[in-house]
Structures are given as C-alpha cells and as structure tokens.
T-cell receptor
Framework: AQSVSQHNHHVILSEAASLELGCNYS??????LFWYVQYPGQHLQLLLK??????LVKGIKGFEAEFIKSKFSFNLRKPSVQWSDTAEYFC???????????FGTGTRLQVFP | DAGVIQSPRHEVTEMGQEVTLRCKPI?????LFWYRQTMMRGLELLIY????????DSGMPEDRFSAKMPNASFSTLKIQPSEPRDSAVYFC????????????FGEGSWLTVV
C-alpha cells in the first residue's frame, strides 16, 4: 500500500526566508501527487498537483514543487515566505487509478515577521 | 458555487451518545470521502464512496463507526456509542471521481466527546 512521509514536523522561519518541505512517498507505480494547505481553523485547500509532464509544478501563492521519480520525492518550495504562509502543509498521493488520497502527517510552518 | 457542506460545525457530546455528522458534496461530484484529523494520527481516510457505493472502508476504526450515502447529494457518518478518543475534526470531501482529480474539502465537523 502507498504511504507518504513528511519528515519536517514543525518549521519556523522569518519572513523572506526560503522554504523547502520534504515529502517522500512509497509506491512503485504511477502516482499523482498533491500539496494541500490548511490555514489555522480552516479546511484543506489545494496548493498544487502533479499528474504528468514537467516535473516542476507551479501552484498558487508562489509555491512550487518538484517531482523526482528516482527519489520518490515531491518537495514543496517557496523562495521567500510571508507571515500569511503560516499554516499546516500536507503532501498527498493517489495511485491504483483511484482518486483516494493518502496524506502525510503534515508539516506545521510558522513564519515570524 | 457551493463547496462541500458539513454539519454540525461543532458538537460536544457525552460519552455513550450517538453522533451523526452530515455532508453534502459538490453537485456533480461522484466520489465522497470521510477523513478524520487528530494531532496524534494526522489525516486518516475513514471511508470513501464512488457513485454512492462504499469502495474502501478499511479506515473505519471499529464497528461503532458507520457511514451511508443514500443518494448523490448526501452522506452521513455515525458514531454509536461515542467515546472520548473519537474527539477529532471530521472532514468530508468530494471529487469528480477520476484518478488525479482534485479533492475538495468541507470545513469540518469539530467533535468533542466528554
């Protein structure tokens, strides 16, 4: 069965710092990969997703992620974070030709002014 | 367009009571998911339906939990009897039903069992 690992549980940054959140998945077949964001007290919203094609995916709010198949990774990046990026970030995968999403445990990001 | 609608938004109940959570998916979506979020276990998929049929209920923790989807626009998740360890945020989500489609989440039902 597929699984998702997010090794950074809690990240603290100052505004304008660069961000990279790690995500690794375990599944040998074709996957679709997602990053969702959950702002405090809110529901999950899609940041970006990868299906196929260009492994560098650009999402909303200046976020991007790179799919590296050889490393089973889909790390999320942003060159310069803002205080408003404070949230929890979830990596997710679906496979087996279903739309069932398996989530990682999430990374809590705190950005200080 | 209306998103996924869940009710109640917050519920506090006593141990042993029955809890029913409700969900209305986005119109036209044919997949519906119930997730549970806790600090300890993160986001867990409890069950998902496709075209009103339960496809995978392997995440349902035990027999106290049950879910139904009587029609394309309504689903319930029931806990009977409830226990304090069921306290969590329960999210309903829906999608258009093909691999890779975006899943849209509701705002969650915050359940506290005392």
């Amino acid at each position: 069965a597929q699984s998702v690992s997010q090794h950074n549980h809690h990240v603290i940054l100052s505004e304008a710092a660069s961000l990279e959140l790690g995500c690794n998945y375990s599944y040998g077949g074709t996957v679709n990969l997602f990053w969702y964001v959950q702002y405090p007290g809110q529901h999950l919203q899609l940041l970006l997703k990868y299906f196929s094609g260009d492994p560098l995916v650009k999402g909303i709010k200046g976020f991007e992620a790179e799919f590296i198949k050889s490393k089973f990774s889909f790390n999320l990046r942003k060159p310069s974070v803002q205080w408003s990026d404070t949230a929890e970030y979830f990596c997710a995968v679906n496979a087996d030709n279903t739309d069932k999403l398996i989530f990682g445990t999430g990374t809590r990001l705190q950005v200080f002014p | 367009d209306a998103g996924v609608i869940q009710s109640p938004r917050h519920e506090v109940t006593e141990m042993g009571q029955e809890v029913t959570l409700r969900c209305k998916p986005i119109s036209g979506h044919n997949s519906l998911f119930w997730y549970r979020q806790t600090m300890m276990r993160g986001l867990e998929l409890l069950i998902y339906f496709n075209n009103n049929v339960p496809i995978d209920d392997s995440g349902m923790p035990e027999d106290r939990f049950s879910a139904k989807m009587p029609n394309a626009s309504f689903s319930t998740l029931k806990i009977q009897p409830s226990e304090p360890r069921d306290s969590a945020v329960y999210f309903c989500a829906s999608s258009a039903g093909s691999s890779g489609n975006t899943i849209y989440f509701g705002e969650g039902s915050w359940l506290t069992v005392v």
